[in-house]
């Protein structure tokens, strides 16, 4: 049976918008950008991707380091609304939507209303930013299992043992993580991942102002938010010993540019 919205309301395309570079956005998002109508985005997403909507409304609902300026509730019913009034709504997300993103809350809330949606994955930030620094994330004969975590909750979640997941794999990346440095390094440390194993810091992966900070395990705690203006992650795991050797000769973590991190 076709529920009486799905005849009448446009789609709603959750997209993934890559970590911030243009040319990363893949074809089929780019052209739902420039067919949207109406287009609401997180705050991470750069102008120069938005401009690419040239016809459409947009909307910013973005929700930045823990400062939730719009509410979920309230994106989800704004999403069902737009689908009643256009027949190509983007939802445009960082990255890939489906990860650290909360799609799932709206895709049940379009599932609720009726409304049809498709999601088109993106690049999310730890393949950007393990290309930037050069290095794989999984290595044969040594990293087979990857993971991604984030050790943020919400505010109406419990208490998260991330740590657990995260240790049991050979490598990672830890999103929305930078704030939490030292509590991040004591719970990696606590089950049992080596002092000197290596964490590369990359900031605004992608972009033209990208940096990567090396440092270890141990010397984590020592980094601060306040040391980072952009969008953050951690990349952990002994395929990046090279790259961070080449850059400690000081006992302080380094500051790098990317093409002088390839080179390394
Ligand atoms: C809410 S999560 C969204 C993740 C996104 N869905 C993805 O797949 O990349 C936002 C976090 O992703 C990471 N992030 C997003 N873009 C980044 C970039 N260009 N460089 C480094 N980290 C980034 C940061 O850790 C940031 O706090």
Same mark, same amino acid.
Not at 51 to 59: D, P, Q, W
Not at 150 to 175: H, K, L
Not at 217 to 223: D, G, K, M, P, V
């Given at each position: ?68 300026? &719009? ?63 050069? &290095? ?123 093409? &002088?991190?390839?080179?390394?």
């Amino acid at each position: 049976m076709i529920d009486r919205h799905e005849s009448i309301c446009g789609t709603v395309y959750l997209v993934g918008a890559g970590p911030g570079a243009v040319d990363l956005l893949t074809v089929r998002a780019l052209k739902l950008l420039e067919a949207a109508e109406i287009v609401f985005h997180d705050a991470l997403v750069p102008r120069e991707i938005l401009t690419l909507s040239s016809r459409a409304e947009l909307v910013s609902v973005g929700k930045r380091c823990g400062r939730h300026t &719009t509410a979920q509730r309230f994106i989800n019913k704004r999403l069902v609304d737009a689908a009643c009034r256009h027949r190509v709504v983007v939802r445009l997300k960082g990255g890939d939507p489906l990860l650290f993103g909360r799609a799932q809350e709206e895709i049940a809330a379009l599932e609720a209303a009726g409304i049809r949606y498709e999601v088109v994955p993106g690049v999310t930030a730890a393949f950007a930013a393990a290309a930037s620094i050069g &290095t794989s994330l999984s290595q044969r004969g040594g990293v087979r299992s990857v993971a991604l975590a984030t050790p943020r909750v919400g505010s109406d979640e419990n208490a998260s043992d991330w740590a657990r997941g995260f240790a049991a794999a050979d490598a990672g990346a830890i999103y929305m993580g930078i704030g939490e440095a030292p509590a991040i390094a004591a719970a990696l440390l606590a089950k049992g991942k080596p002092p000197a194993l290596p964490v590369a810091v990359v900031e605004n992966a992608s972009l033209p102002h990208e940096r990567i900070v090396y440092t270890s395990l141990a010397r984590l705690a020592s980094i601060t938010a306040s040391d980072f203006s952009g969008p953050t992650l951690l990349l952990i795991g002994p395929q990046f010993t090279k790259r961070a050797a080449a850059q400690q000769s000081s006992d302080a973590a380094s500051v790098v540019d990317a093409k &002088t991190a390839r080179r390394a």
